[in-house]
């Protein structure tokens, strides 16, 4: 079955970077778009950006642009999405998603915890 | 960016109960090519939302039929008939025609 698995809490300080995974399982890597999204606490979601495994391409939401960067490695069927110049605003989850040709999130991962903190 | 409201914020329902959420649009979401971008999630405590509706009423794989879509243009309705246990949580509404938006979420619970 599909399977996103994404890697663990982070714990970071302002103005650094961090980068999450998201392995993907049970399916062809290359024949469906990631995206990501990010919930901050107790609060709704926001869609990020996706990439497209297959020929690398992004699209980004303009809000994102200059904070998240979106890559994969085909040969371990894992996406990354790296946040740079980290503020306590960027303190949330952050989810993997794959969509399924007809809608946009229709697996996700169980989540990354970032925590912006000195 | 397209403003999706939600309302009620929250409701309480008694299990056997229907429940109806609403989704309103600031633009119509019906895309060029005929279709609308318009899906519902559901996310339980403290687990990741899933798909329940895509394309205002297409349930997805494995949703049961309890879970009804509807409406056109910038009105959206979700119904919930014979509310279970397992359908507490709180409700997204999300559109892709346009730049991609979530509603703020309606959150359900027992009364």
């Known amino acids: 079955q599909v399977k996103l698995l994404q890697s663990g809490a982070a714990l970071v300080k302002p103005g650094d970077s961090v980068k999450m995974s998201c392995k993907a399982s049970?399916?062809?890597?290359?024949?469906?778009?990631i995206h990501w999204v990010k919930q901050s606490h107790g609060k709704s979601l926001e869609w990020i950006g996706y990439?497209?495994?297959?020929?690398?391409?992004?699209n980004y939401n303009e809000k994102f642009k200059s904070k998240a960067t979106l890559t994969v490695d085909k040969s371990s069927s894992t996406a990354y999405m790296e946040f740079s110049r980290l503020t306590s605003e960027d303190s949330a989850i952050y989810y993997c998603?794959?969509?399924?040709?007809?809608?946009?999130?229709?697996?996700w991962g169980q989540g990354t915890l970032v925590t912006v903190s000195s | 960016d397209v403003v999706l409201t939600q309302t009620p914020v929250s409701l309480s329902v008694t299990l056997g109960d229907q429940a109806s959420i609403s989704c309103r649009s600031s633009?119509?979401?019906?895309?060029?090519?005929?279709?609308?971008?318009l899906e519902w999630y559901l996310q339980k405590p403290g687990q990741s939302p899933q798909l329940l509706i895509y394309?205002?009423?297409n349930r997805f794989s494995g949703v049961p039929d309890r879970f009804i879509g509807s409406g056109s243009g910038t009105d959206f309705t979700l119904k919930i008939s014979r509310v279970e246990p397992e359908d507490l949580g709180v409700y997204y509404c999300?559109?892709?025609?346009?730049?991609?938006?979530f509603g703020a979420g309606t959150k359900l619970e027992l009364k």
């Open positions: 998603a794959r969509e399924n040709w007809a809608n946009w999130f229709a697996y």
């Open positions: 049970g399916y062809t890597f290359t024949d469906y778009i």
């Open positions: 990439i497209n495994p297959y020929s690398g391409g992004t």
């Open positions: 633009q119509s979401l019906e895309y060029s090519d005929g279709y609308t971008y």
């Open positions: 394309e205002v009423s």
């Open positions: 999300f559109q892709a025609t346009h730049d991609p938006t």
